[in-house]
């Protein structure tokens, strides 16, 4: 794909070094006496490090790259502690990312037990700062609304009347494909099923007859932003979590036909290999359509 990234003209750099520490995505290192981008997935292109090179020896230019992944970007990051993470959130809210800043703080939210940062306080001074729009943080059982949770089938806290005819299949949460963690442990040899928004209004049967005993991962390849992201968290799902199987259920629509385009682009770069099946629903209900890609 083609994004801006930062390109470093080695004849001006003189290897200072004072673009590294403002590089907070951690792309740049000096290496051999000159300053190196050491991964085009850890570079947004937004160009923070471009004020503080006295040689201006750092531009962005367009060219094919890696899609940014802030994932990996966080995974890093969470080592260099509080300013750092915080530095990097108000880049990317200063910049408009919302997508980045929304999984960047989920990821967050998925790991504050494990990390050694207090992840409530980073988040307040990230609202409090910079004035960020509020996130829905807790749900009404106290729970964080993107925060990784596995129940089975049952739910959490309180009580919900279920269906005589229909329960739900969910077994986790969160299912939105910028919001999920590709390698959570209930993707985790599973059989998933990538969805496109539309299609569990279409089938009635669709928890009983297509997610039962499966993951679930949905997203819509027309409305959804920055849908790069998408194939490197499938191919994560294959070489990572992997699954079993993946099962692409779409909508009949021609858009929807970007969803399985993607999974096929991420099965291509994945070291392991894993049966795909397509699923084309119609829009009146119904299945039109089955057969393994």
């Known amino acids: 794909m083609k994004r801006d990234i930062v390109k470093i003209d080695e004849d001006l750099c003189d290897g200072c070094g004072e673009c590294v520490p403002n590089c907070h995505e951690g792309a740049l290192q000096i290496i051999d006496g000159k300053a ?15 004020g503080h090179c006295p040689q201006s020896a750092i531009t962005i230019e367009e060219r094919e790259a890696e899609p940014y992944d802030e994932i990996k970007v966080m995974v890093d990051m969470v080592t260099k502690g509080k300013n750092v ?28 037990d494990d990390l050694n940062l207090d992840v409530n306080e980073i988040i307040n001074e990230i609202k409090e700062e910079n004035k960020m729009e509020q996130h829905e943080d807790n749900l009404a059982c106290g729970c964080p609304g ?16 279920e269906s005589v005819s229909q329960r739900s299949e969910l077994t ?51 409305l959804d932003s920055n849908t790069e992201v ?49 699923i084309i629903v119609g829009v009146e209900g119904g299945i039109l359509d089955e057969q393994w890609a």
């Open 172 to 222: 986790h949460w969160p299912v939105q494909m910028h919001l999920i963690n590709p390698v959570a442990a209930n993707f985790r040899n599973s059989d998933v099923v990538i969805a496109a928004d539309c299609v569990a209004f279409s089938l009635g049967n669709f928890h009983n007859d297509h997610l039962k005993g499966k993951t679930l991962g949905i997203a819509c390849p027309k």
């Open 85 to 112: 993470v915080v530095a990097h959130l108000k880049h990317l809210k200063d910049h408009g990312e919302k997508d980045f800043l929304h999984d960047g703080i989920t990821y967050l939210l998925n790991h504050k």
């Open 230 to 278: 998408y194939i490197e968290k499938f191919r994560q799902l294959i070489d990572e979590a992997k699954v079993n199987t993946i099962t692409v259920t779409m909508m009949e629509v021609p858009c929807c036909g970007g969803l399985i385009q993607m999974v096929k682009a991420a099965a291509a770069k994945a070291e392991r290999k894993v049966p795909i099946k397509q």
């Open 146 to 161: 993107s925060m990784e949770r596995s129940f089975g089938g049952s739910q959490e806290c309180g009580t919900v009347a």
């Open 36 to 50: 190196r981008l050491i991964s085009d997935l850890m570079c947004d292109g937004l160009g923070a490090c471009l």
